[in-house]
């Protein structure tokens, strides 16, 4: 807790200086700090495990001139709780998962029961000038129109269970962009890699046609040929929005591979809002558990473990501070594997954010369900 209470001290400071600061000055400074309890009853284990993770952010961003900006963001996490003690393998798992192809991150303490890593998670420099842009460094190349899986998502495809990762992975890359005018663009971005297998050279398009928003996207991605496009517009008062891409393999190692994500969504007049949407992954699997939900290898070209998805999920305001949201996902196989997200929000004060979110897993075996995951998170955020 000591360490807990000197990183909020030396943060809010920060942020008073920050505040004190002119309005013309070129640097700006702002993060978080947020504390993850999580309780989880994983199948083979009699009892309950309980894990936690202090997280900071901070975000510096200079701009000496309208045309130029440089970019850093550091994540600095301490880990601690049943995981790690029962996980040998836990700290070279956090540091894969932190490197893009520099390595940016570091285990400060590295001890059986708790880990402290830090993370460059963000690196970058910016020019524009007029309709171009250019940008080198670690950053999100956010290729994605949907909000739950993005095929199109090829340089940093991201977990939908993460959610305690908002900004989501960055990419070792260098990104060109030029606005033809206010609805369409040209993109072109290639990420480091050593070999093939670990590149990503892609070019898209953007343009509005009939108040659609459509692109198409086409290049190399990690040993597969690829082609793809998305679209976001309205039917009637509905929004409705989709991606897809196609993957060639390079070589007989690499098989061809489709897929698909499509969502309707709608907004009622009292702030309910109703979504739903379906995955359709060739690479998935046709039986089997959700188990490994978890774990499994996610990419582009493999974003959910089974072949078809279906997701509904709802959200209602209770009260202006507080958010009630539940997230459904199904896929139509033999054991009817299910997974349900409940998530409460409350705004507890100004810059002061309270969240309980549930991620349960079901499956059927021997005509009953049973859950080889649960998990409940109760997080508490500081923005500054």
Excluded: C
Aim: charged share 20%; glycine share 6%.
């Amino acid at each position: 807790m000591r360490t807990v209470t000197s990183i909020l001290l030396v943060l809010i400071t920060i942020n008073g200086l920050g505040a004190q600061e002119e309005k013309e000055s070129p640097w700006d400074v702002h993060g978080y700090v947020k504390h993850l309890q999580t309780i989880f009853k994983i199948d083979g284990f009699n009892t309950y495990l309980l894990d936690n993770l202090v997280h900071n952010r901070v975000n510096i961003r200079y701009e000496p001139s309208e045309h130029f900006q440089l970019a850093v963001d550091f994540r600095n996490r301490i880990f601690y709780g049943d995981l790690i003690k029962l996980n040998p393998s836990f700290a070279d798992q956090i540091e894969m998962s932190n490197n893009d192809y520099f390595d940016l991150s570091a285990h400060l303490i590295n001890k059986q029961d708790w880990l402290v890593n830090s993370t460059i998670d963000r690196a970058y420099m910016q020019y524009t000038k007029g309709t171009f842009e250019a940008r080198l460094g670690r950053q999100r190349i956010n290729w994605g129109i949907s909000t739950v899986w993005n095929p199109n998502d090829l340089f940093n495809a991201f977990s939908f269970t993460d959610f305690d990762y908002e900004e989501r992975p960055g990419s070792d890359a260098v990104r060109l962009k030029y606005y033809l005018d206010f609805a369409s663009s040209i993109e072109i971005a290639a990420s480091a890699g050593d070999t093939w297998d670990e590149r990503v050279v892609a070019a898209m398009y953007k343009w509005n046609v009939s108040q659609y928003d459509l692109q198409v996207l086409s290049g190399f991605s990690q040993n597969n040929w690829v082609i793809g496009g998305g679209w976001a517009g309205n039917l009637k008062t509905a929004g409705f929005k989709g991606e897809w891409t196609y993957f060639f393999g390079k070589d007989d190692a690499e098989k061809n591979s489709f897929a698909l994500m499509s969502a309707i969504d709608y907004s009622f007049s009292n702030g309910f809002y109703l979504s739903a949407g379906y995955l359709y992954n060739s690479n998935g699997r046709t039986k089997g558990s959700l188990s490994d939900l978890f774990s499994f290898e996610l990419s582009a070209k493999n974003l959910y473990p089974f072949r078809h998805a279906i997701i509904t999920s709802f959200s209602y305001p209770v009260t202006p501070l507080i958010n009630s949201s539940l997230a459904i996902i199904y896929s139509p196989l033999s054991s009817h594997p299910l997974f349900l997200s409940p998530n409460i929000t409350v705004s507890v004060a100004q810059s002061w954010d309270l969240d309980l979110v549930g991620q349960l897993v079901f499956n059927e075996e021997n005509d009953r369900y049973t859950s080889p995951v649960t998990a409940a998170f109760l997080r508490l955020k500081f923005s500054f």
